[in-house]
């Protein structure tokens, strides 16, 4: 695919661009996706953990060193917007292609043919200037962890950030249930290890929600294995719901609740 660079140069990409497509049956509206080619290249199937693998779909976890996000391009209000936002980011902005009308199937090949044109013209540019990208097991050899295992730790960490970061508060309300499903199911079986795995992957979905929703202490309660415990999560866990939903009458209705069960009354 033949990229046109409307903001930075071809020759020079930065690495990251707003990329751009038309839909003739649609002239006034605009579909927009985000490329990023990784200056490493990574292997993010050793560090995604099962419950954000089922929210890639296809991706190829296993060579990510470029990829677009969101998968498929979503309408932007216009032009001036796409111009606005590359120049406070310093992104390349890019226009892809003109289709006729806006197929599901096609955008997505569209998308996808995109990326692989930006990350070639990567390449191209790294060759030229002598740079080539480290392989995974370099990056990690080179790092020097003052611990064992500390470096894999803490890029698991930050993948697995990045990733939540991605999910919309929806996606992130429906894993936070689906997690205290596993959490129960661990604790009966007196599984200790899957239930310190899923608290930890409840307390770092909490860092991607709002504080208001009390998300720990929804985990707090849900830890507490008693039939009080278990209403207790379930209030917190309906609250964080209508909360989203922006029904806030009903949140301080299960707010009035949740103090009235922790206070024995």
Do not use: W
């Amino acid at each position: 695919m033949d990229l046109t660079f409307e903001r930075g140069n071809a020759q020079r990409p930065k690495g990251h661009a707003l990329v751009y497509f038309k839909v003739d049956t649609e002239p006034d509206k605009l579909y927009a996706s985000y490329i990023v080619v990784l200056p490493v290249k990574a292997d993010f199937g050793k560090y995604v953990p099962p419950f954000l693998a089922s929210h890639l779909g296809n991706m190829p976890l296993n060579d990510f060193s470029a990829f677009a996000m969101p998968p498929v391009p979503e309408e932007i209000s216009g032009h001036n917007e796409l111009e606005r936002l590359s120049d406070l980011r310093d992104d390349d902005l890019v226009f892809a292609n003109s289709m006729f009308s806006f197929d599901l199937p096609r955008m997505m090949e569209g998308i996808t043919d995109a990326v692989q044109s930006y990350s070639d013209l990567c390449a191209e540019f790294f060759d030229r200037q002598g740079l080539a990208s480290a392989a995974p097991s370099e990056a990690l050899d080179s790092a020097a962890p003052t611990a064992a295992g500390e470096v894999e730790d803490d890029t698991s960490y930050s993948v697995n950030e990045v990733l939540l970061g991605l999910m919309s508060e929806r996606d992130k309300l429906a894993e936070l249930s689906r997690l205290l499903g596993k959490l129960q199911f661990a604790q009966e079986g007196r599984d200790d290890n899957m239930t310190g795995e899923v608290t930890d992957e409840i307390t770092a979905l909490s860092r991607h929600l709002p504080e208001e929703f009390q998300v720990l202490n929804l985990l707090a309660a849900a830890r507490e294995t008693t039939s009080r415990g278990s209403r207790l999560a379930q209030l917190y866990l309906d609250r964080c719901f209508r909360l989203s939903d922006g029904d806030t009458a009903s949140a301080r209705t299960l707010e009035s609740q949740i103090e009235d069960l922790r206070e024995g009354r």
